[in-house]
T-cell receptor, first 118, second 114 residues
């Protein structure tokens, strides 16, 4: 397994369900990201983790709850979502920011999870 | 506000021809990278090319090259000898703010005509 993987690839859920998205990176990186990509809109950064610590939360509603148990895994827990949350959710990773990695190092993306909220 | 602008929502090119996609950005950082990603129908975001802002030489990766104008904050992507597999949405990305975030442009949908 190489690169960045995401599961599931497709998810359909009702507004009262609770589900989780999983991201795993095999690149030895220490920074991980969640993005939301809606139709007709640019990628929106949701959360950033560096060495398992959350460093950014871009005003994301609390119905999205991230978790980063280690540098290789990132989860996005979902509960009581709204239909407008339907989108492609992309995970990315990059080199950490303290080991000489340059500012905004290259981010490598997973294939995404296509989420549909009914 | 940090912004990245791609002024061409759609572009088309004949197979084997050359096409240039435009991008302008606005950052207060002095040392940074700029990126072009492509997103084919599979929706996988794939890095195409990266430019280091402190390097005057334009980056090149096989058929892909950039025209980087730092003073003008312009970062265009040139695709030479276009192939059918180049058809995708292309996103330009630049750093935003002090939080090591990337801001992505709205994308340019490239169609390659046989």
């Amino acid at each position: 397994e190489t690169g960045v993987t995401q599961t599931p690839r497709h998810l359909v859920m009702g507004m009262t369900n609770k589900k989780s998205l999983k991201c795993e990176q095999h690149l030895g990186h220490n920074a991980m990201y969640w993005y939301k990509q809606s139709a007709k809109k640019p990628l929106e950064l949701m959360f950033v983790y560096n060495f398992k610590e959350q460093t950014e939360n871009n005003s994301v509603p609390s119905r999205f709850s991230p978790e980063c148990p280690n540098s290789s895994h990132l989860f996005l827990h979902l509960h009581t979502l709204q239909p407008e949350d339907s989108a492609l959710y992309l995970c990315a990773s990059s080199q950490d920011w303290t080991s000489g990695g340059s500012f905004t190092d290259t981010q490598y993306f997973g294939p995404g999870t296509r989420l549909t909220v009914l | 506000a940090q912004t990245v602008t791609q002024s061409q929502p759609e572009m088309s090119v004949q197979e084997a021809e050359t096409v240039t996609l435009s991008c302008t950005y606005d950052t207060s950082e002095s040392d940074y990278y700029l990126f072009w990603y492509k997103q084919p129908p599979s929706r996988q975001m794939i890095l195409v090319i990266r430019q280091e802002a402190y390097k005057q030489q334009n980056a090149t990766e096989n058929r892909f090259s950039v025209n980087f104008q730092k003073a003008a904050k312009s970062f265009s992507l040139k695709i030479s000898d276009s192939q059918l597999g180049d058809a995708a949405m292309y996103f330009c990305a630049a750093p935003s703010g002090s939080a090591r975030q990337l801001t992505f442009g709205s994308g340019t949908q490239l169609t390659v005509l046989p």
